[in-house]
């Protein structure tokens, strides 16, 4: 059995022991420090024991992302966070002393039950004070509610958010920090024309492509061509380069930190995170949410996998590119320089 079914069945054995076991005997005395799991908690149990097994080799992926003092929070909306950390919870927090606990969470895990004040409806989470800390607490949610991968990326990608971004790890510009309104458009409408469409459509299909390229030399090639055909069709459009380095940098990052992790913590391999990663440069943007910007579908929805897929080439063609990217480089930039694009000497064959 490999690593990553003995894995995901070992996951599988704890919920059904959280969901089936009999209430212990100790938590049928009413006790105002302890707290007793119930079976709808079991997917934040399962994460937080995935979460806590990955949290150093999390550094790895990301410079300097890990848990502060090794601390994690789970959100289940609308009012329970289950915490673990090994230090001395909040108040409102409650022991839980199961003993179907894998070793680890022993004595660590507290549970707060009640409404929760603050959370980000934008962002999913909610801060959790800790001593001089704040971790966020991240609801591990996914469209597929059966799939536990996906609902680990979500916890990633928006704990990344919360905790690098939040934290202020990316430099901002005046201009990057205007936020558009919610319904509005993030870039001059004219700019959206039918050519720049195709064009984007068709920069996804090179970055598809390039995931598979082996041969280096090839894909150095390959990604001058698809730099090219970029340029061609945003180069000038101050208003567009602007929001897609912005948005790939956010949310391209935070979709390969949340695909790669997600897949560290089910065990599962490498493949697993470029699939995850390809599946949302190759969504069908036809079928994404119309917003929450007008252009959402173009000027959004589309940047996560091309963002995503520059940081996959990234990690082959220039490693050390995510300090520069903490210091105001962008991935295109990068990207660029990897592969020695010249747009001066840039040719692009026009599609149809
Ligand atoms: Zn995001």
Redesign the pocket.
Known sequence: MSAFRSSRSYVAALAAVVVAAPVPAYAQSPSRSASVLQSADSTILNAAIAIARTASGVEQIWPRYRPKQGALALLRPPETILLVTSGRPPAGYAAVRERSLPRELRGRVYLRRGPLPNVDEHTFGTAVALGTDTIWAVAPMGSDSSDFFRKLEFYY??HF?LAHQRGGKFVETPEARRRARFGQPLVDPAHLTPKFATMAELERRMLSAALEIADVDSLRTHLRRYLAVRRERAGTLLDVVEVERRMER??GT??YVGCKAAALATAAPLERAVACILKELERDLEKAPKGPEADARLMRWRL?GTGGAIALLLDRLRPGWKPLVEQGMHLDQLLAQAVDFDPTKAVVAHPG
């Open positions: 990608h928006e958010h956010d949310e935070a979709m996560y």
